[in-house]
Structures are given as structure tokens and as C-alpha cells.
């Protein structure tokens, strides 16, 4: 069952990292997919970022993150 059909915005609320540290943002997506570009916003305890067709662009996020930092963390440019 595909939750994205027909849904004028889909919104993701997820941590940014696994336990082990590693980035769950990616790139490229390596599962077989049902939604293809239909996440607009992911919201994280970090973050909060729009998803573009030019890549990322922070919304808001946490005091005390530098923008450097948390592009490091997610391993994408994010536009400010």
C-alpha cells in the first residue's frame, strides 16, 4: 500500500541519525520505491529541512548547530 497516493504533501518526521551515528538523509535512494519525490518536509530533532528540486534547504533547527555542522552531519549541502 502506497500512503503517498494522492496526497497533496507528505511530511516526514524521523531522526536525522541512526544509532550507530550514520546519516538517514541520503542522496540516492537504495530501496525500491512507492513515492518517488513526494516528501516536501522532514522533520527532524535537528532540523527542520524542505526538500527541493535543487536539494535541501533548512526551515529551521536547533540553537547552537552551526549550518557547517549539521551539513556535515546530514553529508548534503543544504541551502540556507
Known amino acids: 500500500m502506497d500512503l503517498a497516493i494522492?496526497?497533496?504533501q507528505t511530511w516526514v518526521m524521523m531522526d536525522l541519525l541512526t544509532r550507530q551515528g550514520q546519516n538517514?538523509?541520503?542522496a540516492q535512494c537504495t530501496h525500491?520505491?512507492?513515492g518517488i519525490g513526494c516528501?516536501?518536509?522532514i522533520y527532524s530533532e535537528l532540523?527542520?529541512?524542505?526538500?527541493?528540486p535543487q536539494?535541501?534547504?533548512l526551515i529551521d533547527k536547533v540553537d547552537?548547530?552551526?549550518h557547517a555542522k549539521l551539513e556535515q552531519l546530514v553529508g548534503l549541502p543544504i541551502a540556507a
Open 47 to 52: 532540523a527542520t529541512l524542505e526538500c527541493t
Open 39 to 41: 516528501v516536501k518536509r
Open 55 to 57: 536539494g535541501l534547504r
Open 32 to 34: 525500491p520505491l512507492t
Open 64 to 66: 547552537g548547530l552551526a
Open 24 to 26: 538517514k538523509v541520503v
Open 6 to 8: 494522492g496526497a497533496k
